[in-house]
């Protein structure tokens, strides 16, 4: 299969991907009694859409299909740029920051990158401001089942490579509860694109059953104040270690889009 046809078939199922989480989403707010949806932004390479509603409080779901020419210090870290620094690059990134402090924070993205190589990257996590080991087991459990329906190794390798990278250095802890991440994903085009598709489809419906089972339950102040000192955790994170912010930044990608996960209120001790 030519790159003209790869890039053509991850573009369309990336677009079709934000529709369908936006669309589940919407669904979860008219479940709650809100009739709020999702605001479009379009821009040159894509579109950003974001819903501030009554479950969840900021949510960001981006699409972009972005070409250009990285900078010369930053194609040193990419995979075949030694003889062009030239890229073509597509996929989606969701944050959902939810208003309810018992309902995690979610995180997700998949993207396809071109150089003179191709591979697809990734992954999703949970950030949770309450300890709830149920919702950890059970959201582990669907993502150990995922990966192993296509190789038995990629849970543990992605799952550590999450650990490891959700880490907040300067603080000496975790974001979150973890998940799954994954970069240069390049061994057979055919089977990572299913992957790929499969993670997609496993963070919609891990929405469904992560902040269904919460939506109507009841918080309190201290509750809420304690969400929103996670939510600062959260912000240090993208703007100190976060590859995706840095890859928009250095891509000529849209600063809205690109910051668009950032909560919606934090607080600091």
């Known amino acids: 299969m030519n790159i003209k046809i790869k890039k053509k078939l991850t573009k369309k199922w990336f677009k079709n991907l934000q529709n369908t989480i936006c669309n589940n989403i919407e669904k979860l707010e008219g479940k709650y009694g809100s009739k709020i949806k999702f605001k479009k932004n379009k821009w ?81 996590d949970v950030t949770p401001c309450l300890k709830n080991n149920k919702v950890k087991r059970e959201f582990h459990n669907k993502l150990k089942k995922m990966c192993n329906a296509h190789n038995k190794k990629y849970y543990n390798k992605y799952k550590k490579w999450c650990d490891e990278y959700f880490y907040l250095p300067h603080r000496k802890e975790a974001r979150g509860i973890g998940g799954i991440f994954f970069d240069y994903k390049m061994d057979n085009w055919e089977k990572d694109f299913l992957f790929i598709k499969d993670v997609g489809n496993t963070f919609n419906d891990l929405i469904n059953e992560i902040i269904e089972k919460k939506i109507f339950l009841k918080w309190t102040k201290k509750e809420k104040e304690i969400q929103l000192l996670k939510r600062g955790r959260y912000a240090e994170f993208n703007l100190l270690y976060d590859r995706g912010t840095k890859f928009g930044l250095n891509s000529g990608g849209n600063i809205d889009a690109i910051l668009m996960s950032m909560p919606p209120t934090a607080k600091w001790k």
């Open 44 to 124: 040159k390479y894509g579109e950003f859409r974001i819903i501030k509603g009554n479950v969840i409080e900021k949510g960001g779901v981006a699409f972009s299909n972005v070409k250009g020419k990285f900078p010369k210090n930053f194609a040193k870290k990419i995979p075949g740029t030694h003889k062009k620094k030239s890229f073509w690059s597509s996929g989606v990134s969701v944050v959902l920051h939810p208003k309810n402090p018992k309902i995690p924070a979610m995180h997700f993205n998949t993207r396809f990158i071109c150089t003179e190589k191709n591979w697809f990257g990734g992954g999703m």
